[in-house]
């Protein structure tokens, strides 16, 4: 395995603070003009240390409200740690979300151009494979519908079938190995072994253990925010099954 660096991550916190107080229109202020404004901290991160080479395919696991999804983001930079707290990466960064950046007022033609365009393909490469695009999400017949009118696997489909050709170093997959039918999760899980999991660094956030365990070299176990193991996946998951 290369042991160039790929992600570092060097003492990172992140912290979240909510108000009571609800202030989006005029009727919400006069409401709360004389109530108390309780503001709560949310510790999400606490003092994250990370190395991970290139090349590497690490698993992300832990309870809900760990703090695996804070993590991803931060590490992919749609986050930003707290004061003190530094991300480094070599080479650019990916963070699949399934859906996320669509225009439910664009068709799924337009949609392929807009968001093919911000994961970093030429307006000409998009061309090329705008036919492949479509014949791997199954929406050929849909290539001209305002994707309002897709249910949410369709949508899942296309935003799938977009990213898998973006160009990335460093691929962030949040729970996209459940996109889909049976039939397409099996395509999909596939697409990726042979198009990301090679030669890429790629962090996988995922519940399920089946796929950890088959993808994963390393893998990080978080609980309540704070990284509690970050070694073998075997090891990480026998702990992970051990919390309460």
């Known amino acids: 395995m290369n042991k160039e660096i ?65 993590l991803t983001k931060i590490m992919s930079g749609t986050f930003i740690p707290d004061r003190g707290g530094q991300v480094t990466k070599n080479g650019t960064s990916l963070l ?20 093919g365009s911000t994961l970093g393909l030429r307006i000409s490469e998009i061309d090329e494979l705008f036919d492949e695009i479509l014949e791997f ?20 489909r296309l935003s799938f079938s ?34 990301w999991l090679r030669n890429r660094t790629s962090i996988i956030v995922s519940h399920s253990i089946g796929t950890i365990k088959e993808h994963c070299d390393r893998t990080v176990l978080l609980h309540k925010g704070e990284l509690k193991f970050f070694g073998d996946t075997e090891k990480a998951i026998a702990l992970y099954q051990e919390l309460e």
Do not use: C, P, W
Request: aromatic fraction near 10%.
């Open 96 to 115: 699949l979300n399934l859906g996320v950046g669509f225009s439910h007022e664009l068709s799924a033609r337009e949609n392929i151009y807009v968001n």
């Open 6 to 70: 790929s992600l570092q991550l060097s003492n990172v916190n992140k912290t979240f603070r909510t108000s009571s107080k609800s202030f989006s229109t005029l009727r919400d202020r006069l409401i709360n003009f004389y109530k108390k404004n309780d503001v709560k901290t949310i510790k999400a991160l606490k003092d994250i240390n990370l190395e991970i080479y290139s090349g590497e395919t690490i698993g992300v696991i832990g309870r809900n409200g760990s703090g695996k999804s804070t």
């Open 137 to 156: 999400s199954e929406l050929e017949d849909f290539k001209d519908t305002k994707i309002k009118y897709f249910s949410s696997g369709m949508i899942q």
């Open 162 to 195: 977009i990213a898998i050709f973006a160009k990335a170093d460093i691929i962030f997959l949040d729970e996209v190995f459940a996109v889909g039918d049976d039939k397409f999760r099996k395509k999909a899980t596939e697409a990726l072994k042979q198009n």
